[in-house]
């Protein structure tokens, strides 16, 4: 129990700590992949760093829920980050929040941005808060029928049950996962604000959804958003190897593999982090309303991979 | 009786019964205190929210002991008023009675500048009308149910219609107590089917008539449509958001909250403890008719501009949402798998309770808003975070709450339907395999909804500029007001933290209705419904996690960095010009939901001429069910009262002539 804990303890600090990293990574490889010199991959850091030592601009205006949102929203991706199996599957916290209860992490994390967005009262904070949750109300379904598939298929809303199940399986494709795996994959590009949904090198008005939100933020509440977008990236993408490509997970009480699963970890988030780097290099960006039919499509592909299971596994 | 005094209070259905005359007294002392407004307010309400919170002992005592029953001696002379009161009562008079509690307490301050006239006539219907609700909840016979449910929708006709000098007032009053009636005379009709010929009207006789399959459905479905009615399920919920509105916003806040469950009470009686089979379709029809609810309510929710409106549309959501996992409740119990109908029940149960928290909540709430702007146009409101931080404090609460986040109470409800969903599997009916999981889609699709319309709701209310420069003076809620919000609040928390002893207190209710108890796999602090390694989930650990990391970070942030702040003009991108009507109207935040779901709406809109100084802009979303369904309906009933009309002549001979030959026609008829 108590190497449970610590190695909870060890887990989430270093996913809180090395989340940044993930984000310099794929910065980095969109850069080459555009034909510019990229920045080190460590840049993240540095920017953060920068803006923790900035004073705080805020509006005359902002009330107090202005400012602990940005800590909120942290709080909140450090929790997701910290239930999600990555290295190992032996989380004695992980009881505390099934995948649903995870889901709603998001959706805390989210809401709160939102109210953040719409304090100060300018025309771009509504405008964003709106479009995001236009986005949210059909990936966060989408997501929960990702995790139902799963959860078919485990007999458990549990993730180190969910993974375990789906780590243990003959390998072999089987349909319903696949159907998720597309959806999910969709489901992450959206709630991480990346192309085709939105853009995060882009603060046109047309455009821009998640910037247009933390436009007035500045210094460390704007560092501490930065962080906690980029923990979220490296939620989804922890979320996304362990119910789609778990092989390689520490067993519980195995530490022997912890090495390894270490390595396997930092192999698959590599290759993931150049995927989604290479799959926006060469996509445009939707136009707004097309979102829904981008996420509409998602949530139909987790339901179908729902139905195939019944349909074909069972 | 042989005791002497002290037998007429031995158990909790006189104690209930008690506290209903206690309000009773209460509303008609009010009309002899007319003379003094202070007296009215400082006393009579204060007594009514203690009576409430008695309601509640009472109701936790009621899942405690066993049940008891009581026969008083008023009512028709073959048939007295027989009451009941079991674990399904004291559930819903637990419910009643704390949400009830919190809503009076607020009530002393919202009334408190009413003229004492008026003032006595609410304070006798506001009464009336909680005991009219008990009663429901007790009565064991259809004279005395029905007796009650015309108490109770009489007196809400008359609190809807207090500002009865507006004539939408009068309107959505006339609307709503003819919808009450037509479901009135269902569940009339319902009975008659109920007691099976056998001319008893008790609840006893009914529980013991053997109803054929044919006659079972029928009662059934009257009831579905008696108590749909009431509770505003597509296609009957036109009434709702027109009357909730209306009313004042602690009557919106009883009626929203708490009668809409009595409907709830009456199908969960009906349909488990009066029938006595149960047909496998029932549940898939309630199933249907819950999401098509629940959906219709939250998208139109997300369009609608006047705040109390979009709470009235979210209460259908909500009802939706209840009567889908009524409908999975019952497709479990028939399908003979009665741990799962357990935890659907508990879900249904748990989210009912929730739902009478956090909509009170979130209408006392906007009572507050509206005393202190005068406004109810969400158009017309922003900033009041600034200006009344309590009431906006307490609303976000509620807020989340009701959007399903954890660690909030919304949450816990919609947790445990959704586990009920996914036990789907094991299910014996393989098309219902299939149909649930897009049906738990469709629950998880209308929870996201709903943060959307939370969003709205809070977003253009209480943030943002203050879109009237009036806006500026809004003065906080007053203390009994703010203290009435704060129960409420702390009951949203409460249910949040502590599903485990939640579940506990439901499962009395639980196991009188499916014969079987939800068991609880986790400890006290984590909420386990099947098994731990199925589904597991810990509020309070959940809540102390996120606590103690926004504690260390803001330490951390603050420790090694510096907390130095400068305050400056919003940046807004560099745009110089920052004016409060460049903000999102409750219109435009609607604007992609309606684009979206255009099909369901009549979409009515008015924009301005470029080049006026004047500008008016008029939309709205208007309901297309009224067009389709009522219209037409009224239509036809003016057409036939035209053609009956026809024989008014108002001529005395033409009278006679009509009775002469009905006469003939009844002597023809009967002795052929």
Not at chain 1, 46 to 73: C, E, G, Q, W
Not at chain 2, 25 to 51: K, Y
Not at chain 2, 250 to 263: E, Q, W, Y
Request: charge should be neutral; proline fraction near 5%; charged fraction near 10%.
């Amino acid at each position: 129990m108590s190497t449970g804990i610590l190695l909870q303890l060890a887990q989430t600090l270093l996913a809180i700590l090395l989340a940044p990293l993930l984000m310099g990574w794929v910065n980095q490889c969109r850069a080459w992949l555009q034909g510019r010199s990229a920045p080190p991959i460590t840049q993240p850091y540095r920017t953060l760093k920068k803006l923790f030592h900035k004073d705080a601009v805020i509006a005359h205006n902002a009330s107090p829920l202005f400012r602990f949102a940005p800590y909120m929203i942290f709080a909140c991706m450090a929790l997701a980050a910290g239930i999600v199996p990555t290295i190992a599957n032996d989380l004695p916290f992980s009881p505390a929040a099934d995948v649903i209860a995870l889901v709603g992490i998001f959706a805390l994390a989210r809401v709160f941005l939102a109210l953040a967005a719409m304090d100060i009262g300018t025309a771009f904070g509504s405008l964003g808060a709106r479009r995001e949750m236009l986005v949210s109300f059909l990936a966060e379904p989408a997501l929960l029928m990702v995790f139902f598939t799963a959860s078919f298929i485990a007999q458990s809303t549990e993730l180190p049950v969910i993974v375990a199940t789906l780590a243990h399986r003959e390998f072999a494709i089987y349909p319903s996962i696949t159907f998720a795996a597309v959806a999910f994959w969709m489901i992450s590009v959206a709630e991480n604000a990346r192309i085709p949904v939105d853009n995060p090198g882009t603060h046109l008005e047309l455009t821009m959804i998640h910037e247009a939100m933390i436009l007035e933020y500045s210094a460390r509440h704007l560092a501490l958003i930065e962080w906690a977008v980029a923990l979220k990236l490296f939620t989804y993408s922890a979320l996304g190897i362990a119910l789609f490509v778990p092989w390689g997970i520490a067993a519980q009480g195995d530490l022997a593999a912890l090495p390894l699963a270490l390595l396997a970890m930092v192999a698959k988030l590599l290759l993931g982090g150049a995927a989604l780097a290479f799959l926006e290099t060469i996509s445009a960006k939707l136009r707004l309303f097309r979102a829904p039919e981008f996420l509409g499509t998602a949530f139909l592909l987790a339901v179908l991979g729902m139905l195939i299971h019944f349909l074909l596994e069972v | 009786m042989t005791n002497g005094f002290y037998s007429y209070f031995a158990d909790p259905v006189q104690w209930a019964w008690a506290g209903v005359m206690f309000w009773l007294v209460l509303g008609f002392a009010a009309l002899l205190l007319q003379g003094s407004q202070r007296l009215l307010i400082r006393l009579v309400f204060p007594l009514g929210a203690l009576g409430a919170l008695f309601i509640a002992g009472v109701g936790v005592a009621g899942l405690l002991l066993p049940a008891s029953a009581v026969i008083l001696p008023i009512g028709l002379p073959d048939l007295p008023f027989h009451l009941r009161l079991d674990a399904l009562s004291a559930f819903f008079m637990v419910l009643l009675g704390g949400a009830a509690f919190g809503i009076t307490v607020y009530a002393m301050g919202y009334f408190r500048n009413m003229a004492a006239g008026p003032l006595a006539l609410l304070i006798l219907w506001y009464h009336l009308f909680l005991g009219g609700m008990v009663t429901v909840m007790l009565a064991d016979d259809a004279y005395a149910f029905m007796v009650a449910w015309e108490v109770m929708a009489l007196s809400s006709y008359f609190l809807v219609t207090t500002d009865h000098d507006l004539p939408e007032i009068r309107h959505a009053g006339f609307l709503y107590l003819l919808i009450a009636h037509v479901g009135a005379v269902a569940l009339l009709l319902c009975f008659g089917v109920l007691q099976g010929g056998h001319g008893d009207y008790t609840f006893d006789t009914m529980r013991l008539a053997e109803l054929t399959p044919f006659w079972a459905s029928a009662a059934y479905l009257l009831a579905l449509f008696g108590f749909g009615a009431k509770a505003g399920i597509v296609p009957m919920h036109v009434w709702l958001p027109e009357a909730h509105p209306a009313a004042p916003s602690p009557v919106s806040a009883l009626m929203s909250g708490v009668m809409l469950k009595t409907a709830i009470y009456g199908l969960l009686r009906v349909t488990f403890d009066l029938l006595n089979v149960q047909i496998g379709w029932w549940g898939t029809l309630a199933l249907a008719l819950g999401l098509i609810t629940a959906l219709y309510g939250v998208i139109f929710a997300a369009v609608q501009s006047d705040m109390k409106r979009l709470l009235a549309w979210s209460s259908i959501e909500n009802v939706g949402v209840i009567l889908a996992g009524f409908g999975l409740t019952l497709i479990f119990y028939t399908d003979g798998k009665g741990a799962m109908a357990a935890l659907t029940l508990t879900a249904v149960l748990y989210h009912s309770i929730n739902h009478a928290f956090f909509k009170g909540l979130l209408f006392l709430g906007t009572g507050a808003v509206l005393h202190a702007t005068g406004e109810r146009r969400m158009g017309k409101l922003g900033g009041l975070i600034r200006t009344m931080p309590w009431t906006a404090w307490l609303t976000l609460i509620g807020a989340l709450a009701i959007a399903g986040l954890p660690p909030l109470n919304g949450f816990v409800s919609e947790w445990l339907l959704l586990q009920a969903f996914l036990l789907t599997p094991n299910l014996t009916q393989p098309y219902l395999n299939m149909v649930i999981p897009v049906a738990a889609a469709s629950v998880a699709l209308a929870a996201a909804l709903a943060a959307y319309v939370v969003v709205k709701f809070y977003g253009v209310i209480f943030l943002g500029q203050p879109r009237d420069a009036a806006l500026q003076h809004a003065h906080e809620a007053s203390w009994p007001k703010r203290l009435g919000m704060l129960w409420l609040a702390a009951g949203c928390v409460l249910l949040g933290l502590f599903p485990a002893q939640v579940i506990g207190w439901l499962s009395p209710v639980v196991q009188l209705l499916t014969k079987q108890t939800l068991v609880n796999d986790g400890n006290w602090l984590m909420l386990a419904p099947v098994s731990a390694e199925r589904a597991s989930y810990a509020p309070l650990i959940f809540f102390a996690v996120v606590g103690v990391v926004l504690l260390l970070t803001f330490i951390w942030v603050r420790r090694v960095y510096h907390g130095r702040v400068r305050r400056s003009d919003p940046w807004d991108c560099g745009y110089p010009e920052q004016d409060a009507r460049m903000q999102d109207s409750a219109e435009g935040f609607g604007q992609p939901i309606r684009q979206i779901f255009e099909v369901f709406m009549k979409v009515e809109r008015e924009t301005p001429d470029p080049f006026s100084r004047t500008p008016h802009y008029h939309g709205a979303s208007l309901d297309k069910i009224w067009f389709i369904l009522y219209e037409p309906i009224a239509r036809l009933t003016g057409w036939l009262s035209e053609q009956a009309g026809r024989l008014q002549h108002g001529r005395i001979q033409w009278y006679l002539i009509y009775s002469f030959a009905t006469l003939i026609f009844l002597l023809v008829f009967t002795t052929r």
